[in-house]
């Protein structure tokens, strides 16, 4: 069983920052791309950013330039910086991995449990 635990969301003022960090842990061989996903009330949820275990980076374009993602193989963790925060970031910010949990290389999706962000002053 694969594990992904969140930590670090709360409540800051607009312009404030936040790091979010997401740690993996359990059986598994590696994880290959990382993500982080949010999602605000009444709203589906929609990629932030993501990267590959080589450090590739994917953003959605409302967070380009204010948002950073990171990852420490080693710790399979990975983080968020989010800098020049906006009442619209409000939302549930996921975690996801894709993990490879067999000799095979079969991937699958896992998700963590969530951590609240609330820009507002």
């Known amino acids: 069983q694969v594990q992904l635990v969140e930590s670090g969301g709360g409540l800051v003022q607009p312009g404030g920052s936040l790091r979010l960090s997401c740690a993996a842990s359990g059986s598994f061989f590696s994880i290959n791309v990382m993500g982080w996903y949010r999602q605000a009330p009444g709203k589906q949820r929609e990629l932030v950013a993501d990267?590959?275990?080589?450090?590739?980076?994917n953003y959605a374009d409302s967070v380009k330039g204010r948002f950073t993602i990171s990852r420490d193989n080693a710790k399979n963790t990975v983080y968020l910086q989010m800098n020049t925060l906006k009442p619209e970031d409000t939302a549930v910010y996921y975690c996801?991995?894709?993990?490879?949990?067999?000799?095979?290389?079969?991937?699958?999706?896992?998700w963590g449990q969530g951590t609240q962000v609330t820009v507002s002053s």
């Open positions: 990267i590959t275990r080589g450090g590739s980076t």
């Open positions: 996801n991995g894709v993990v490879v949990t067999t000799s095979l290389g079969h991937e699958y999706s896992y």
